[in-house]
């Protein structure tokens, strides 16, 4: 969120006095396109590829009404903070004194009485101002992922492969135009409950991404705002229920240099040794920013290996769609793992029958490219082992010597 402030756009979303003086209803931001979100709560039990755009629309409802009622708060907290250190006032910070008659002095003397900002331990539940950012940024990047109508729908192989190619990093640069679109939402499929992988890119370079479960997505999609005691944040109780977010900054254009990632404010997944109940974290399960960005990069770079296919379809948008987001067609991409006629067998095939199949590890290989003077990752030696047809077991993996 460190940019947000300075690469601001023309289109200036402050709310206006008309806005902020309508009838206020309690969470009305979180009840919007309930029966949309209904129904892809339904679809999560057994998702397909062509129910992916009406996943889209659920996470646009969810999160895009969320995300304008954040904004405000979010653009104001580096003012304040600019405020402290030089007395300067922004133009948020300039806009908010007006709406309200005070002086700065006045509004950052009591934050937590006109903006609901304040300390972990204050006593009317504030929350700490990087945590507003953080917020702001998680639902600005599901929000975001929604625009271009980009999906991709990952088999189980395929997710196996993923998954693999993330616990080992390639350390090639990742740019702008090696990513599968600019925004999108990806399920990785997975016998016991996938996973969804969202993204944006901001500002040309800034890579906003996340990673959550099916049962996740379904208790965020299904979000009415209610109280929820220490799941969002380990600091405050919060009715908030931001996706565990990673920020980085794409490698530039010709570069060989890595992806590096960039901080959100105060916002940080639950870890896996938060005093909560782990069965009930389930869009927090301790994902760090490193391992989200990790397999984002993994799912990135198996789009263009020889062993996956790849195979798009435009869906045209629904009679009943209503918003300009919602009216452009929908991409569905299927990916696949194509087998490798080469794959080494091994002792142990030959002799034993096996109840599943598993991943082989691998290891990126960094392949020259003199023409753009950069790395390409080539997955070496991975691939799907045991029956055709018998259930994939992510946890099982072997390592050919």
């Given at each position: 969120?460190g940019k947000?402030?300075?690469?601001?756009?023309?289109?200036?979303?402050?709310?206006?006095?008309?806005?902020?003086?309508?009838?206020?209803v309690?969470?009305?931001?979180?009840?919007?396109?309930?029966?949309t979100?209904?129904?892809?709560?339904?679809?999560l039990?057994?998702?397909k590829?062509?129910?992916?755009?009406?996943?889209?629309?659920?996470?646009?409802?969810?999160?895009?009404?969320?995300?304008?009622?954040?904004e405000?708060?979010?653009?104001?907290?580096?003012?304040?903070?600019r405020?402290?250190?030089?007395?300067?006032?922004?133009t948020?910070?300039?806009?908010?004194c007006?709406f309200?008659?005070?002086?700065?002095?006045?509004?950052?003397a009591?934050?937590?009485?006109?903006?609901?900002?304040?300390?972990?331990?204050?006593?009317?539940?504030?929350?700490?101002?990087?945590i507003?950012?953080g917020?702001?940024c998680?639902?600005?990047?599901?929000?975001?992922?929604?625009?271009d109508?980009?999906?991709?729908?990952?088999?189980?192989?395929?997710t196996?492969?993923?998954?693999?190619?993330?616990?080992?990093?390639?350390?090639?640069s990742?740019?702008?135009?090696?990513?599968?679109?600019?925004?999108?939402v990806?399920?990785?499929?997975?016998?016991?409950?996938?996973?969804?992988?969202?993204?944006?890119?901001?500002?040309?370079?800034?890579?906003?991404?996340?990673?959550?479960?099916?049962?996740?997505?379904?208790?965020?999609?299904?979000?009415?705002?209610?109280?929820?005691?220490?799941?969002?944040?380990?600091?405050?109780?919060?009715?908030?229920?931001?996706?565990?977010?990673?920020?980085?900054?794409?490698?530039?254009?010709?570069?060989?240099?890595?992806?590096?990632?960039?901080?959100?404010?105060?916002?940080?997944?639950?870890?896996?040794?938060?005093?909560?109940?782990?069965?009930?974290?389930?869009?927090?399960?301790?994902?760090?920013?490193?391992?989200?960005?990790?397999?984002f990069i993994?799912?990135?770079?198996?789009?263009?290996?020889?062993?996956?296919?790849v195979?798009?379809?435009?869906?045209?948008?629904?009679?009943?769609?209503?918003?300009?987001?919602?009216?452009?067609?929908?991409?569905?991409?299927?990916?696949?793992?194509?087998?490798r006629?080469?794959?080494?067998p091994?002792?142990?095939?030959?002799?034993?029958t096996?109840?599943?199949?598993?991943?082989?590890?691998?290891?990126?290989?960094?392949?020259?490219?003199?023409?753009?003077?950069?790395?390409?990752?080539?997955?070496?030696?991975?691939?799907i082992?045991?029956?055709?047809?018998?259930?994939?077991?992510?946890?099982?993996?072997?390592?050919?010597?």
């Amino acid at each position: 969120m460190g940019k947000a402030k300075s690469r601001k756009t023309k289109q200036d979303s402050r709310k206006t006095k008309q806005e902020w003086n309508r009838p206020f209803v309690t969470g009305e931001q979180f009840r919007h396109g309930l029966p949309t979100r209904r129904r892809a709560q339904m679809a999560l039990a057994d998702l397909k590829p062509a129910q992916m755009p009406l996943l889209l629309d659920a996470l646009d409802e969810a999160a895009t009404p969320v995300l304008k009622h954040l904004e405000p708060f979010a653009w104001l907290v580096p003012d304040l903070e600019r405020f402290r250190t030089s007395r300067t006032i922004g133009t948020t910070l300039a806009w908010f004194c007006e709406f309200h008659g005070q002086s700065a002095e006045s509004l950052l003397a009591n934050t937590p009485h006109y903006f609901g900002f304040g300390p972990k331990e204050s006593a009317i539940g504030a929350i700490e101002e990087r945590i507003m950012l953080g917020m702001y940024c998680a639902y600005r990047c599901t929000s975001g992922a929604t625009v271009d109508r980009h999906t991709y729908y990952a088999s189980e192989e395929m997710t196996a492969l993923i998954l693999a190619g993330s616990e080992t990093s390639a350390e090639v640069s990742v740019t702008p135009a090696d990513l599968p679109s600019p925004s999108g939402v990806a399920y990785l499929a997975q016998p016991d409950g996938g996973l969804f992988l969202i993204w944006q890119i901001l500002y040309d370079t800034l890579l906003s991404v996340q990673l959550v479960s099916a049962a996740g997505m379904e208790e965020f999609i299904g979000d009415e705002g209610e109280l929820r005691e220490g799941l969002s944040y380990r600091y405050v109780n919060h009715i908030y229920l931001p996706l565990p977010t990673a920020e980085a900054e794409l490698s530039p254009p010709e570069s060989d240099t890595p992806p590096s990632l960039h901080s959100i404010g105060g916002f940080v997944p639950a870890a896996m040794d938060s005093d909560f109940p782990q069965e009930f974290l389930t869009i927090y399960r301790g994902w760090t920013s490193a391992e989200i960005l990790e397999v984002f990069i993994s799912f990135t770079h198996m789009l263009r290996q020889k062993t996956t296919q790849v195979e798009s379809t435009a869906v045209s948008a629904g009679k009943s769609a209503t918003t300009r987001r919602r009216k452009k067609p929908s991409q569905i991409t299927y990916l696949s793992y194509r087998s490798r006629s080469s794959a080494r067998p091994t002792n142990e095939t030959a002799t034993r029958t096996y109840s599943h199949r598993w991943t082989v590890r691998g290891h990126w290989k960094r392949q020259w490219y003199p023409s753009e003077q950069r790395h390409h990752p080539i997955w070496i030696s991975t691939y799907i082992a045991g029956p055709e047809g018998a259930p994939i077991k992510t946890s099982d993996k072997v390592t050919l010597l």
